[in-house]
């Protein structure tokens, strides 16, 4: 099993970057494919991006590629989301997943076993 607590969100202006935080607690974390959701207000759950085992696989949404960038550090037990030239459609809340199952292409929350809480990001125009 492995819990999960997102920090980092806030407010930001439009052009700006913001860097979230997930750490994870378990003892096998670096077993688990991570990944990044985010929810608006009345839109289903978007997937953000993924990463794998090692970090050395990732994918993401053609939303947010170029801008976004998911890392993680198993000796920490924490994955990231760097978020550059933010725009006002990137505001919702941000929850960070894990999935037992391997491969970085899961797009579906379905695919994914255990959810954080969520973190609110804002951007302003």
């Known amino acids: 099993q492995v819990q999960l607590v997102e920090s980092g969100g806030g407010l930001v202006q439009a052009g700006g970057s913001l860097r979230l935080s997930c750490a994870a607690s378990?003892?096998?974390?670096?077993?688990?494919?991570m990944g990044w959701f985010r929810q608006a207000p009345g839109k289903e759950r978007e997937f953000v991006a993924a990463?794998?085992?090692?970090?050395?696989?990732?994918y993401y949404s053609d939303s947010v590629k170029g801008r976004f960038t998911i890392s993680r550090d198993n000796a920490l037990n924490t994955v990231y989301l760097q978020m550059i030239s933010l725009k006002p459609e990137d505001t919702a809340v941000y929850y960070c997943?894990?999935?037992?199952?391997?491969?970085?292409?899961?797009?579906?929350?379905?695919?994914?076993?255990?959810w954080g809480q969520g973190t609110q990001v804002t951007v302003s125009s």
């Open positions: 990463i794998g085992w090692s970090g050395g696989s990732t």
């Open positions: 997943a894990a999935a037992i199952r391997d491969g970085v292409r899961k797009t579906s929350p379905y695919e994914y076993d255990y």
């Open positions: 378990g003892r096998t974390f670096s077993r688990y494919t």
